[in-house]
């Protein structure tokens, strides 16, 4: 991947879904190479819309999308798997596999890209370690408790080191207090360099964190703002 200064640029972007919704309506913003910003708004106010773009899983109806300075829509279908690979993803229902060990699950991305058992499994060790669950990798996810297995998934998101991490809801399931670890996770990678863009719901957990917000309603950015921590 190129290393711009704009890791992630929305120009105008607009979504229509085939029954004529307007998912997105003209959306612009930029985020900076490890800049942390949260996206937040009402259930069904486009934040997953946003997020699926981003990754290629659904095309815009009109507008630009560059991520790592690759400009989107001149992908081709044979670059989308490296565009992937530079950006991890996590969900609020982990999709973890229970019929494998955390160490296994977490080195799903790994087999793709075609490292050497020992780098792999050096990798995982060190992505495990990162969210506090070296100690687990024998286990099976089932054996874990809610927050233990979204730690999974976030290691399994930064297993190949994207510089861009997307997150969905990560914290949907869980109280505040695993909300706070999870989300200090997410501020620990940004700290790192890696530019982090987190959905969420969750406007007391933004507040106290004090980064950037992008609020979206009825698929409008009707705020782009940083937040002074509470
Ligand atoms: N494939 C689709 N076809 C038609 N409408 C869609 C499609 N996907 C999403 N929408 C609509 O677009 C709007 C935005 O949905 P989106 O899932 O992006 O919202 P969200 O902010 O992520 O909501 P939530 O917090 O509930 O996940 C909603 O009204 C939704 O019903």
Excluded: W
């Excluded at 609020?215 to 009707?222: E, K, N, P, R, V």
């Amino acid at each position: 991947m190129p290393d711009p200064t704009n890791m992630i640029h929305f120009d105008t972007i607009t979504k229509r879904y085939p029954n004529g919704h307007v998912g997105l309506n003209q959306i612009s913003f930029r985020l900076d190479r490890g800049e942390m910003a949260f996206l937040t708004g009402h259930s069904g106010a486009g934040k997953s819309s946003l997020l699926k773009l981003i990754i290629l899983m659904d095309r815009p109806t009109s507008g630009g999308i560059q991520v790592g300075g690759y400009q989107l829509s001149k992908l081709r279908r044979a670059q989308i798997p490296s565009l992937r690979r530079n950006i991890g993803v996590v969900f609020q229902n982990h999709q973890l596999l229970f019929d494998r060990s955390v160490f296994d699950n977490v080195a799903i991305p790994l087999q793709v890209a075609g490292f050497s058992p020992e780098e792999g499994a050096r990798r995982v060790r060190a992505a495990l370690d990162m969210v506090g669950l070296l100690n687990k990798e024998k286990q099976n996810p089932l054996s874990l408790s809610t927050g233990e297995q979204q730690r999974v998934g976030i290691a399994r998101a930064v297993v190949n080191r994207p510089p861009v991490l997307l997150a969905d809801e990560p914290t949907g399931n869980l109280d505040p207090e695993l909300s706070e670890e999870i989300m200090q996770l997410f501020h620990n990678f940004h700290q790192a360099g890696v530019t982090v863009l987190v959905a969420t719901h969750d406007l007391d957990l933004v507040q106290r964190m004090g980064k950037r917000v992008l609020t979206l309603d009825q698929g409008q950015l009707i705020r782009d703002c940083q937040v002074v921590s509470a």
